[in-house]
């Protein structure tokens, strides 16, 4: 049976989810055991590919102005894995993290429409988190290798979208697992979705 599985990660800074999003997109209990080496599907919300700058707006933090490009963004990425459901797909982030940050601007989405068409393709959402305890020593580990620092001078908001994420989690319709980055493993995920019934289609 061929592997198909679709899994979303989302989470907030410092809980690893494109550390994650990389060794999913390579284990064999979810993409198979290769005899070589090639790419499978990884996208991410967290694209700054509405502006034309680093760290520019995105799919998550778009401008009002930007509304209709961004759901016609998201309608083209769902139709796009309804054309091509027998293949595997890891998404580093996606409407969950653009509700928790528009609800910061005060904007209300409603993904439901979304969510109807990607449970019939198996999606699964992954939530990436970590104790609250926990941030500090992350964020010195992040701040090593960072070219931005400056969005680490606070964890607070970190905690906080935490919260927000958790909350639209349980609203889902989407099948979830919390991945608790400090004790869980890529094989956690694996163990998830096969239990689901998640890795074929």
Partial sequence: ?????????????????????????????????????????????????????????????????????????????????????????????FHLSTQAYQATQGREFDFAWLEERLKPLNFAIVLCTRPDDTFEEARAERLKISANPKQYVSLEPFVEEQRQLRELAKKSILPVFEFDVTRHGPDDVADFLEDNDLLTL
């Fill in 1 to 93: 049976m061929k592997l198909t599985p679709k899994v979303i990660l989302e989470g907030t800074r410092l809980t690893g989810k494109t550390d994650l999003a990389y060794a999913l997109n390579e284990h064999p209990r979810l993409v198979g055991h290769r005899k070589y080496r090639y790419h499978s599907p990884l996208i991410s919300a967290e694209w700054s590919a509405f502006s034309n700058e680093p760290w520019g707006r995105g799919l998550i933090n778009f401008a009002e102005d930007e509304t209709e490009l961004a759901l016609e963004t998201y309608e083209t990425w769902v139709r796009l894995f309804e054309l091509q459901r027998y293949y595997s797909w890891i998404v580093d982030r």
